[in-house]
């Protein structure tokens, strides 16, 4: 992983508050962007992902977690591969499903449990870790990295009022 990296926390007090999360991450993403989802079970990862998916124009019901597919492919305005690590076993097999072929295309490369196989992502990986606050409550901590083509997605991190820059 890149060195340098900025640190944002959005909080989310409310489902809603996520909704705008994901939306603003559609938005702002460069293409080929991976962003690694990490948190417990019932964390929201998988809530962001189809809010990120909607705001892409995607058919949200059409988002579901892909524990046993492990990869989806969704198009709409943009184009994401959303993928789940919570059942590989290692890294090897993660990299068998060839998704090093995803990484840095045009589409958005999602990974829930990204934490499992965080040395096979790229080196300008988005993390985004899920702490539970409450029964609606969120508060994501975000690391992007210090590097232009993320610049759009740190001023509009910053600008959420939801937030605390690190």
Known sequence: MNSQHRHFEWLARQESDTER?????????????TVSLCGTLGAGKTRLVQALAEACGIDRPAVVSPTFVLCQTHVGRRTIHHLDAYRIRDDDEFLELGVSELFGRDALTIIEWGDRVAVCLPEDVVVVRIDVTGETSRCFHIEIPDSSPYDALAERLALGHSWKSG
Do not use: N
């Not at 999360?21 to 962007?33: F, Q, R, T």
């Open 21 to 33: 999360l994901g939306i603003l991450l559609a938005e702002a993403l460069p293409a080929g962007a």
